[in-house]
Nanobody, 122 residues
Framework: HVQLVESGGGSVQTGGSLRLSCSVS????????VGWFRQAAGKEREGLAS????????WYVDSVKGRFTLSQDNAENTVYLEMNNLKPEDTAVYSC?????????????????WGQGTQVTV
C-alpha cells in the first residue's frame, strides 16, 4: 500500500523559510522516485524537485535551484523540501508524489501516487 503524507505547511513572511515533510510508506521510500509539486490557485501544477531516497540523487527545476533543497531521513522514511527566501509567488498547495522512475528529473511522465497536499502562504 503506497502512502504519502505531507506536513509542515503554513504562513510565512516574505524572505522566510519553511521545511515541508513527506512521510512515505516504507516500500515506496526504498524503491521509488519521490517528487515535490505545487499548484497555485488558478494555475497548473508545477513540478519542483525529485529524488530517489534509496540513493539520495536529486533533481531540481531551474526556477527553484538555490532556494529549495531536498533532504531525507531514512530512519523516518521521510523526504523534506527546505524552502528558503520565500516569495509571495511561492504561495500554493505543495504535494509530494511517487512513481517508479525519476527520469533524470523530468516531470513529463505521470506520478502515480499522491499525498493530500499542504498549503504554503507567503
Amino acid at each position: 500500500h503506497v502512502q504519502l503524507v505531507e506536513s509542515g505547511g503554513g504562513s510565512v513572511q516574505t524572505g522566510g523559510s519553511l521545511r515541508l515533510s513527506c512521510s512515505v510508506s516504507r516500500g515506496t521510500y526504498s524503491t521509488m522516485c519521490v517528487g515535490w509539486f505545487r499548484q497555485a490557485a488558478g494555475k497548473e501544477r508545477e513540478g519542483l524537485a525529485s529524488t530517489y531516497p534509496s540513493t539520495g540523487n536529486t533533481w531540481y527545476v531551474d526556477s527553484v535551484k538555490g532556494r529549495f533543497t531536498l533532504s531525507q531521513d531514512n530512519a523516518e522514511n521521510t523526504v523534506y523540501l527546505e524552502m528558503n527566501n520565500l516569495k509571495p509567488e511561492d504561495t500554493a498547495v505543495y504535494s509530494c508524489a511517487a512513481r517508479a522512475y525519476c527520469n533524470s528529473g523530468s516531470f513529463s511522465l505521470t506520478y502515480v501516487f499522491w499525498g493530500q497536499g499542504t498549503q504554503v502562504t507567503v
